[in-house]
């Protein structure tokens, strides 16, 4: 079993700035790809960022050059750096993560979700 718990969410300001981290643990023998969704109120989840183990990282559009991800493998954590925050980047973020097991078995995991709210 592989839990993925997330922190860093909060209430900021638009412009301000916000760090977000997942750690993964459990029975884990490699991590492919990590990465992070948001679903903003009434929307539906759409991917974030993506950083494959040893890849080229892939962003959405709507927040490149605001949004950095990154990942620190010997941690099996993966954090999200988020500048100039906008109203449209409130919703609830959750991280995954492409686990192998060690039977060998590949299976996304997800985290519980943490609220970033974007204010005026």
């Known amino acids: 079993q592989v839990q993925l718990v997330e922190s860093g969410g909060g209430l900021v300001q638009a412009g301000g700035s916000l760090r977000l981290s997942c750690q993964a643990s459990g029975e884990i023998f490699g991590i492919n790809a990590m990465g992070w969704h948001r679903q903003a109120p009434g929307g539906q989840r759409e991917l974030v960022a993506v950083?494959?183990?040893?890849?080229?990282?892939i962003y959405a559009d709507s927040v490149k050059g605001r949004f950095t991800i990154s990942r620190d493998n010997a941690k099996a954590t993966v954090y999200l750096q988020i500048n100039s925050l906008k109203l449209e980047d409130t919703g609830v973020y959750y991280c995954y993560a492409q686990v192998t097991s060690g039977t060998m078995s590949s299976e996304a995991y997800w985290g519980q979700g943490t609220q970033v709210t974007v204010s005026p």
């Open positions: 950083v494959p183990d040893g890849g080229s990282t």
